[in-house]
Every structure is written in structure tokens, then in C-alpha cells.
């Protein structure tokens, strides 16, 4: 045991440590899993706890204090958007709805980054489509509430098209976001975790990394309140490794790597953060609908996405997370829960651009602070996303709507034609309306110019050997879709290279 600053240290050894488990690290974690028959010893160190099964409640406050950081409360600097940042065995891939999208070659190409090609990109989405029996749900497992989505777009002429999922054996539970009770969600914690166990990758749990030196790790292990305990001692640790996989998310992984250091030579870390800001916009139907069991997404129209710069997906939300996204007080709101039964909810994605003042930084105690504007551009595709959502809901037959920039708390249906003058610009105002983000992406992106780029596009950081990035870190830009599948084709092109350059690194 060492000691570092007079508290004592254990210290650990291995060949190659990944930091986080969730898409990025569970990759890399499996596909540098047959390096272990060689002798390489291989660790994966993740912040969170392993939930047993029945520690998936679908209690809204019992999971998101046990799947997010800070319960799902993280905020921006400015206090103007909530942030959903996964932590556990299996990262945010436990608290995801699974769909899996292959990003589209418009979105790469405007990357832009040398030696990523959207043909090597969508060849390695594809594997882990299979690999995670990604389909489209059968249309009588289809609850109203998507299937409502799907007639109003239609009615009005908007592209529609079906979500591509992770499920094996889904039982409807429509609690994707609170991890699946059911086990039915092909996240790492189900797919590729167990496999990279198997042949011979350690998983330690509840271990919080603090720093990273030139080829060595501090971490810390304590055991949450829940879960199964760490299969390490609770301490302080001081782990040896040649190769070091930082896969911690957008916003940690780039708070670690400034914590340890790295901006100094490297000004673009933390930098050119994009966030896929986010509005819930709630209807009522004059019966009742099935929304509440079912899968919650699983259509979605890009109608809008090259020429308003927004996207449409249907969603299905809890009744907390309902009330906080919904703009006022008192009898409205109180009648808008009431109605939870007739309720029909659309999620707005807003592509905001990568810009260097978004960024990651760290306060004085070496934990990450979220400094992020939302730009007039942002606020002008939230505001036609609100109002296209709108009339989705009424051309499916919704009695009112609120939106969160409307002038009242409710539009009527009797009012559909004037929906240009009841949402105007002037109320689309930070802080005024619920925005929340749970796509983090950018902060370690890949490109060449190490002024504005951590990376190159196999992840390795600039002039440090052995030291990589495989999350959605990487994304110069916002991937424009969800962005799970394109995190793990990333991490597994990350991996590749790892075993490439293996042989010199270790």
C-alpha cells in the first residue's frame, strides 16, 4: 500500500484500463476482451453500481437517483437547461430507450474530420445493430400514443418513420428511461459487458476515477447506498496502466482530463460542446389512449431536420418530469396531471452547432460545471418545433395542447388555425421554458488541428501515447439523431486501433 499526501493508496496493475461502461467503454471492453487469452490484463473502472434485477422498481425518484448523476438534476451554468448524464454498470445505456440509428452521410461529411468515412462508420453501426438485435417493433405492440404521432404527421404531410430498437423479449413495460425491470433493453450491462467478463475483463464497480498521470490512474472506490458492492476494498487506489481508455462521457470525460491536466497542451478540450437541446410538449385527447404501457418511442419525423434544424420524435414521460417540463402554476396544470390517462407527449431535438464557448470546464474542486448558451439559432428551431408539434397534435385529434412558449397555458383545438400568434417568438426564453438534454456530445473531438481538436478519428489523444477517447466526447459536431449507435461504432474503431498498436504501446 502507498501512500499519496499521507492517505494510504492500494495499487493495482494492468496492461489497458477503461474508464466508464456505458456505449463507448462497453465496446472498447469487448472488443479488447480476446486480448486477454494472450496474458493482457484488461479493467474496466466504472463510477456507478451494478443494480440487481429487482432493483429496476420504475419508481421515477427510486431510478434516477440510482441511473443518473445527481438524480438527473445536473444543471448549466446559467441554470437555463437540465441535464441527464447515466451512471451504473452499463452507463446511460441503462437509462435509454434503445434506439439505434445509423447517422446519416450529410452529418459525417460535415465532420469533416480526416480518415472518417460515414462507409466505415455505418459498416461498424450495423455490426452492433445485429449484435444487439436491433428491429422495428411489430405494429400490434404500437401503443396510441405513437401510433397518434405516426397519423398526424401523416395528415399533414410530414415524413414519419419508424424507430429502429435494441429489444429482445419486451414486455411493455414503457419505462425505458428508468432501466428496463425486464432486462428486455440490449444496453452494454446486457450485451457487451458480460462478454468482455467472461473472457477475462475485470469490471470493478462504484470506483470514481479522480486523476490520470502518465500511465497511471487515482481513483477512489465507495460503495453506493444500492447495488452490488465493488469486488474491490472501499480506498483510495493508484492504478498502473500502459493503455488508459477514457469513455466517461462528454461532459466527465473531458472534466478528467482538465482535472488531470491535459488543457494545458491541448485548448480545445472541454470545448465545442453540443447538447441536442430538448422541449416536452404535452396534448390531451378527449378519451383515454394507451401512453403508459408500450415502448415510449418509436416513431419519429426528421421533416424539419435540414431546413429548420430540429427533429420530432414521440415520447412518454413520467408524471414528475411531466409537471417540472410544463410552464405554470396551479388549476391548469393541476387538470393537465389529472388527465395523464388522455395524454399525448412529442419530444423536440434541437441540432445546435459546435461553438468553442460551450464548453466543459471545472470549478475549484475539480468537478465539471456545463458553461452552454443557447444560441438565437437554437431558440428559433425550438420555437418552430413547438409549433409543428402543435399542429401534429391537433391533425391527430387532440381536444388542447400546451406548449411551453405558448401565450396561455392551453391552445384549443378550436384555435388551430391561429397557432402562429398563440406560440410566439418573444416567449421562447431561457429560463421561462423547461430545456433539458440527455444527448451530450463533443469536448475530446476528433480532427487534426490539435488548436481545435483533442483527438485524432481513432481517438488517440493528440501527443499523448496510450491515452485514448472512445465516447461521444469525440463528435466535432452534434450527430444530428440519436446518438448511441454512432458512439459505438466510434469506440469500436477506438479499439481497433488499440489492438493495432498494441504490440508498441504495451
Known amino acids: 500500500m502507498r501512500r499519496s499526501s499521507g492517505v494510504p493508496m492500494f495499487e493495482k496493475t494492468f496492461d ?7 456505449a463507448g467503454g462497453g465496446t472498447v ?37 440510482k441511473l443518473f448523476v445527481d438524480s438527473g438534476g445536473v444543471l448549466t ?49 450495423q455490426k452492433y445493430k445485429e449484435e444487439n438485435n436491433v ?23 410530414y415524413n414519419v418513420e419508424q424507430f429502429p430498437l435494441n429489444l429482445k423479449g419486451c414486455k411493455g413495460a414503457g419505462i425505458c428511461n428508468l432501466g428496463c425491470p425486464n432486462q428486455a433493453k440490449q444496453g452494454t450491462h446486457i450485451v457487451q459487458l458480460p462478454e468482455a467478463e467472461k473472457a477475462g475483463v475485470e469490471v470493478i464497480t462504484n470506483c470514481l476515477v479522480e486523476h490520470i498521470g502518465i500511465q497511471e490512474i487515482e481513483a477512489v472506490v465507495e460503495n453506493a447506498p444500492f447495488g452490488e458492492p465493488s469486488t474491490w476494498e472501499e480506498g483510495r487506489y493508484l492504478i498502473k496502466a500502459k493503455i488508459i481508455v477514457v469513455c466517461a462521457g462528454a461532459v466527465h470525460s473531458s472534466a478528467l482530463l482538465l482535472n488531470s491536466g491535459f488543457g494545458d497542451r491541448l485548448p480545445a478540450l472541454g470545448r465545442y460542446l453540443t447538447v441536442h437541446p430538448a422541449l416536452i410538449l404535452v396534448a390531451e385527447h378527449p378519451h383515454a389512449i394507451s401512453n403508459f404501457t408500450g415502448h415510449p418511442k418509436s416513431f419519429f419525423s426528421d421533416h424539419f431536420w435540414r431546413s429548420d434544424g430540429f427533429l420530432l420524435e414521440s415520447c412518454m414521460y413520467y408524471p414528475f418530469i411531466t409537471a417540472k417540463n410544463m410552464v405554470g402554476f396551479g388549476s391548469d396544470h393541476s387538470q393537465l396531471m389529472q388527465a395523464f390517462p388522455r395524454l399525448q407527449m412529442i419530444l423536440v431535438l434541437a441540432v445546435d452547432q459546435a461553438e468553442a464557448n460551450n464548453r466543459v470546464e471545472i470549478d475549484g474542486d475539480g468537478r465539471p460545471v456545463v458553461d452552454y448558451t443557447l444560441s438565437n439559432v437554437t431558440l428559433d428551431s425550438l420555437h418552430m418545433s413547438m409549433k409543428a408539434a402543435t399542429r401534429i397534435f391537433f391533425a391527430a385529434g387532440a381536444s388542447r395542447v400546451h406548449a411551453p412558449a405558448g401565450k396561455r397555458f392551453f391552445i384549443e383545438a378550436t384555435q388551430a388555425d ?31 488541428d490539435l488548436q481545435t481538436s483533442v483527438t485524432d478519428s481513432w481517438g488517440r489523444v493528440h501527443d499523448h501515447p496510450g491515452l485514448f477517447v472512445a465516447d461521444s466526447a469525440l463528435l466535432p459536431r452534434a450527430n444530428e439523431i440519436n446518438p448511441y449507435l454512432t458512439v459505438m461504432a466510434l469506440a469500436d474503431r477506438v479499439a481497433e486501433r488499440i489492438r493495432l498498436d498494441a504490440g508498441e504501446l504495451l
Request: contains cysteine.
Open 29 to 65: 471492453a469487448k472488443e479488447l476482451a480476446p486480448l486477454c487469452s494472450d496474458g493482457i490484463r484488461v479493467a474496466v473502472l466504472e463510477w456507478g453500481p451494478k443494480l440487481s434485477g429487482d432493483e429496476f422498481t420504475g419508481n421515477e425518484v427510486d431510478m434516477a437517483k
Open 77 to 125: 451554468k446559467d441554470g437555463n437547461m437540465t441535464l441527464a448524464m447515466g451512471k451504473g454498470y452499463g452507463g446511460s445505456t441503462l437509462s435509454y430507450t434503445g434506439t439505434s440509428m445509423t447517422v446519416p452521410k450529410e452529418v459525417i461529411d460535415r465532420w469533416a474530420v480526416p480518415g472518417l468515412t460515414h462507409g466505415d462508420v455505418a459498416t461498424r453501426a
Open 16 to 22: 489497458i484500463v477503461i474508464i466508464g461502461s456505458g
Open 135 to 157: 428491429h422495428f417493433q411489430p405494429e400490434e405492440l404500437l401503443n396510441d400514443n405513437n401510433l397518434l404521432f405516426q397519423k398526424g404527421c401523416r395528415t399533414l404531410g
Open 418 to 448: 391561429d397557432i402562429e400568434r398563440l406560440i410566439p417568438r418573444n416567449k421562447v426564453v431561457p429560463g421561462r421554458i423547461s430545456i433539458t438534454s440527455a444527448h451530450l456530445m463533443g469536448g475530446c473531438r476528433m480532427g487534426e
